[in-house]
């Protein structure tokens, strides 16, 4: 038997526990494809989640949100966005600094730019059901995406690992100064 759950802070306008660290009611995930009026407040969590020399632009950002988006998912816990996923399209078969700059609605290849979940919801299994969310809707909505790839740090390998995506190995792209690794999976 728990103890009732104590008031804690609230973050975002979600009411914590302060005993168990959760939330005190049991608020639904939402996924939505983006919208323009999305921009400020994505913007702002993919600056507070990467570091400077790697966090896209603004321009970028709205780039894909203009150009792409059916490939930009937009995860919410009750009404509130708490992250997001986006990637374009590129006809290669490789991760290139081209391919990750540019959308080819022709592609058949998915580069995934951005995985983000906010700070204060990170380690809640959140990501992973987001990321699920995206590949599922890519397999049955995007039937010309034969391949997803993406870059990911060492210490976030076995995070996407977990979700299905294989490791390639080190990849030649450079952005920011720690080394990247290129993960892919097959759809079809």
């Not at 939330?23 to 993919?46: G, H, I, P, S």
């Not at 951005?114 to 699920?132: D, T």
Request: charged share 25%; glycine share 8%.
């Amino acid at each position: 038997l728990r103890p009732p759950l104590q008031p804690g802070p609230k973050i975002m306008g979600l009411q914590f526990s302060q005993k168990y660290g959760c939330y005190t009611q049991r608020l639904k995930l939402n996924f939505r494809t983006v919208a323009e009026r999305d921009f400020e407040k994505l913007y702002l969590m993919e600056k507070r989640s990467y570091p400077a020399d790697e966090a896209a632009s603004a321009e970028s950002l709205m780039m894909r949100i203009k150009l792409a988006p059916e490939y930009f998912l937009v995860c919410m816990l009750g009404d509130t966005v708490i992250g997001f996923i986006n990637g374009t399209l590129s006809s290669e078969k490789k991760l290139t600094e081209e391919t990750m700059s540019q959308h080819n609605p022709e592609g058949s290849t998915l580069c995934i730019h951005s995985v983000v979940i906010h700070e204060n919801f990170r380690r809640s299994g959140y990501g992973s059901r987001m990321l699920r969310e995206y590949i599922m809707r890519m397999k049955a909505r995007t039937p010309q995406v034969e391949r997803i790839f993406l870059l990911s740090k060492r210490h976030l390998l076995g995070f996407y690992g977990g979700v299905g995506f294989e490791i390639d190995g080190e990849s030649d792209v450079q952005h920011g100064k720690d080394q990247w690794y290129q993960c892919s999976m097959k759809l079809r």
